[in-house]
Each structure stands twice: as structure tokens, then as C-alpha cells.
Nanobody
Framework: QVTVEDSGGGLVQTGGSLRLSCTAS????????MGWFRQAPGKEREFVAA????????GYANSVKGRFTISRGNAKNTVYLQMNSLKAEDTAVYYC????????????WGQGTQVTVSS
């Protein structure tokens, strides 16, 4: 079993920055793909970014490309989402997720952290 904990949300003005953090705990959790998703009020949850184990390759939604950066920490079961040049439309609850390689499914989710960008 893998437990995911995400944190770091808050209130920021347009153009500002925030860094979200996520830690996955449990056996072999450092060998999982890690990703960030978000859900705005009245909208479906959407993919934001992911980092792939073991290559470290990353992928981003078009809406955040060039502004957000996902990275693993020195402890490989930790992942960060650096968010720069934030816009009002980035306001959402952000969720960290873990995927066991080969399953194709994001099975483990954090509780979510609120990001609010004020204009």
C-alpha cells in the first residue's frame, strides 16, 4: 500500500509563484511514476504534469507548459511542482498521485491542496 501526502497550496496574486510538495510512503514508493492533477470548481479533474520512473522524463499539460516544473527530490519518493506566472485559471485543488509502472492507472492519491490565484 502506498500513501500520498500533498501540501503547499495557498493564496497568491496573479503572476506569483508557489511550490507544491508531495511524498509517497510505502514499500517501493520511490519506484513509482508521480503526477499532479487539478480540479477547478464545476470542472473535471485534469492532468497537470508527471515524472516517469526510472527515466525521469516529464510531461505537461499544454496549459501549464513553460510555467510549471515537476521534479523529484533527493529522496526519490518526493516530488515537487514549481508553479510560476500563475493565472486566475490555475485556481483549483491540486492532487498528487502515484502510479505503479506497468499498470497505467493512478491508483494512489493525496488529499489535495487548494491553490487560489487572485487577480
Amino acid at each position: 500500500q502506498v500513501t500520498v501526502e500533498d501540501s503547499g497550496g495557498g493564496l497568491v496574486q496573479t503572476g506569483g509563484s508557489l511550490r507544491l510538495s508531495c511524498t509517497a510512503s510505502g514499500r517501493t514508493s520511490s519506484d513509482y511514476h508521480m503526477g499532479w492533477f487539478r480540479q477547478a470548481p464545476g470542472k473535471e479533474r485534469e492532468f497537470v504534469a508527471a515524472v516517469i520512473w526510472p527515466t525521469g522524463n516529464t510531461g505537461y499539460a499544454n496549459s501549464v507548459k513553460g510555467r510549471f516544473t515537476i521534479s523529484r527530490g533527493n529522496a526519490k519518493n518526493t516530488v515537487y511542482l514549481q508553479m510560476n506566472s500563475l493565472k486566475a485559471e490555475d485556481t483549483a485543488v491540486y492532487y498528487c498521485a502515484a502510479q505503479k509502472p506497468g499498470t497505467g492507472k493512478w491508483d494512489y492519491w493525496g488529499q489535495g491542496t487548494q491553490v487560489t490565484v487572485s487577480s
